[in-house]
Nanobody
């Protein structure tokens, strides 16, 4: 079992920045891929970015490439999502997910462990 706790969401203006954090605990040594997904009202949960725990290989959705950066701190068992140049369409609940398999990038059905989510609202 893995427990995930997200933090760092909030309200920001268009063009602003936020950094999300995902603190992992439990059997983190069994996880291979850590991901961020987001879910806007009335929409499906969608892939944002992934990173492999050991190699640090990164994957991004086209909609966030060049604006978002995923990173990890293995010593702290924490994954980050730096979000720059935010747009109103980035407004969503952001979820951290952990996958013991090697789905790169994963779909939401590939991810067995989720955090509770953190709200990001971008105002225009």
């Amino acid at each position: 079992q893995v427990q995930l706790v997200e933090s760092g969401g909030g309200l920001v203006q268009v063009g602003g920045s936020l950094r999300l954090s995902c603190a992992a605990s439990g059997r983190t040594d069994s996880m291979n891929v850590m991901s961020w997904f987001r879910q806007a009202p009335g929409k499906e949960r969608a892939f944002v970015a992934s990173i492999t725990w050991r190699g640090g290989n990164k994957y991004y959705a086209d909609s966030v490439k060049g604006r978002f950066t995923i990173s990890r701190d293995n010593a702290k068992n924490t994954v980050y999502l730096q979000m720059n140049s935010l747009k109103p369409e980035d407004t969503a609940v952001y979820y951290c997910g952990a996958d013991p398999a090697w789905h790169l990038p994963p779909t939401k059905n590939d991810v067995p462990y989720w955090g509770q989510g953190t709200q990001v609202t971008v105002s225009s």
